[in-house]
């Protein structure tokens, strides 16, 4: 695929929580292993943003780790929180970068219409192929074979 095109942005005040090629390596594998040449544009915004984008656009009104705006052609807009990244890093021990990636990864497989709300089946489709696209760019969950 070469014709993706992926955009990252940050807030104002917002350090990098991860270098932009990362992101990009990430947003490009999920991109590949799913076909699609869409443009994916990733804000990386601190906590009080992503918390009024989840209240805004999803009527939840709290603090998340990343949000999805699919654009109906393949790609759409990430929101990441710069915030939770090494939090959830430290949980699960492991790098920031893995987090970062995971979570374009998982954001990039909801642009492209995979869900996990709707059961267990979905669910667990969804991180078979989120697995499947972290191994193929080197970053394999601790203690995954």
Same mark, same amino acid.
């Given at each position: &695929?070469?014709k *993706? ?9 917002i350090k990098?929580?991860v270098? !932009?090629?990362?992101i990009?390596?990430a947003?490009r594998?999920a991109?590949?292993? %799913?076909?699609?040449? +869409? ?6 915004? +601190?906590?009080?943003?992503? #918390?009024?984008? $989840? #209240? %805004? ?15 109906? $052609? +393949? ?7 710069a915030?939770?990244?090494?939090? *959830?890093?430290r ?7 893995? %987090?970062?990636? !995971?979570?374009?990864?998982h ?6 219409? !995979?869900?996990?709300? $709707?059961? %267990?089946e979905?669910?667990?489709?969804m ?6 696209? &972290? $191994? ?6 601790q +203690?995954?074979k």
């Amino acid at each position: &695929m070469s014709k *993706q095109d992926i955009e990252i942005s940050r807030s104002r005040g917002i350090k990098r929580p991860v270098p !932009y090629r990362v992101i990009r390596s990430a947003v490009r594998a999920a991109l590949n292993a %799913e076909h699609s040449d +869409g443009h994916v544009s990733v804000l990386i915004c +601190g906590r009080g943003e992503i #918390r009024r984008l $989840n #209240r %805004e656009f999803r009527d939840t009104d709290r603090v998340t780790d990343v949000l999805s705006f699919p654009d109906g $052609n +393949g790609g759409g807009d990430i929101a990441l929180c710069a915030g939770k990244i090494p939090v *959830q890093a430290r949980r699960f021990g492991h790098s920031a970068a893995r %987090e970062a990636a !995971y979570l374009c990864v998982h954001s990039v497989l909801h642009l492209l219409g !995979y869900d996990h709300v $709707n059961g %267990e089946e979905e669910r667990a489709a969804m991180r078979v192929r989120e697995e499947e696209i &972290m $191994n193929s760019i080197g970053l394999k969950r601790q +203690g995954a074979k």
